[in-house]
């Protein structure tokens, strides 16, 4: 097609895209209960133990049964990573490149299948899963881009001022070694290939654990890369519990570098893990964020309603960018909020394979009880502009179904301010003055994403002020995500992230690599 599906691009996609979507989805429902099995040195591999995942959507739906590996089958992992650093590692870059393209059209001839299964799987709306696995494909692709826009990271470097002598002097950036990549459930097919696809175009092996709620459409994504000819062990797929296989991962001397996406906790647990150890070694972290929005009152109020609802509530609010605190100069406040809450209401929450739905479940039975756990606590510290409950009625008895709620007049005390939800939730809060909104928009741990609405002179002094990786002003296809690689690098600062280098930007790609200085004297 010649339309291009991005994050900012899917609120009005072509019908073929739908055609095409629903297909997939029929032929991916005949597959349910199937067993997959681990990828190791390019072998099918089963474990002693085994498990079910089952769709948020319906409980009732086994989607696929999957091996439940534990510390042999983490080494038995790294073990094929490690022989294929001799392999891999040592490939000219520009045949890597190559078989990593070929990957990419793999990706793109499957994407509507391993949509329709991430639609099962995670619960996000046909249009969130095309994204989805769309943004895998162009990670990649970016990647390699990358890489042969900088000929390789291979840069000529000064000559030595030496008389009779002739220096030349290079500097090489060369991949680390084994690389771990272990990828979250909300975007599991982007935030797998975006670290893998420059783990692998770097010359990195790769061993992948996705989280546990999302092996499926990590499984068909793993069988891309393998299916475009890389060597045996240069990717290997593992699933398992977070305990034990995700931890006999982190704590393997066999791993030179690893890439984690998810929760502050967990993640701040793998920084200080992997540092105990010999050297330092690459730890790149994408740990979450309590993303605020200012709207000024010159601010044009439908769009900045249109931004934020599609950020606070897009995917159940299950983005580490979603819109969760919204600061209103006071003349537009009452406006605005009229505008938010309109819109919300008119979002359809309910069986995400279905066309016309928005609002799919939360991933878990946690996450569900998180929800009403938060509701109580926002019930007595402020009140609600619309939703707070969950729905258990007909068709969302067997599912995780919570409504899109706006908490209002919440206490500034109250620790739902300072906390990641992860969850359909978000607070919109009067403020005096912008001064007053960046005070509160900055006091929080995390920085990652952020969103403006107001004039051009307002957005560079939001610019300027702002303390946060990914900012966007007056964007109505989302007030705070939708970050596209090429487009919107994306990444954060403070406790939202590790590197300061955003995925999907120029300096990325070498965060995979160590420089090598090389000098020879004739």
Known sequence: MSFKLTYATMFDPPEELHTQFEKALTETRATL????DLIIGGKEVKAAKKFEKRSPINTDWVLGVFQKGGADEANAALAAARKATQTWGKMPWQERVKLMRKAVAIIEERIF????ALTLEVGKNRLESLGDITEAADLIAYCCDEMERNNGYVVKMGKDPLVGYNATNTSVLKPYGVWVVISPYNFPTALSGGPMGAALVAGNPVVLKPASDTPWSVRLLAECIRDAGLPEGAINFVTGGGADLGQALIDSP????????GSYGTGMGIYRSFANYKWPRPTVLELGGKNAVIVSRNADLD?????IVRSAFGLQGQKCSAASRIYVEAPAYDDLLQKVVSKTNALVLGDPTKREVYLGPVINK??????QGYCEEISQAGGFATGGKVRQD???AKGYFCEPTIGVNVRRDCRLWQHEMFLP?????????LDEGMKLANDVNYGLTSGFYGTPDEARWFFENIEAGVNYANRPQGASTGAWPGFQPFGGWKASGSSGKNAGGHYYLPLYMHEHSQTIIE
């Open 33 to 36: 209960g199937k067993e997959y």
């Open 303 to 307: 769009r900045a309603a249109t931004g």
């Open 394 to 396: 007909g068709d969302f």
């Open 425 to 433: 939730i978000t607070f919109v809060e009067k403020v005096g003055t």
């Open 254 to 261: 066999e791993v030179d570098g690893i890439t984690f996406t």
């Open 113 to 116: 299948k391993i949509a329709a």
């Open 366 to 371: 946690g996450s569900y009880a998180e929800f």
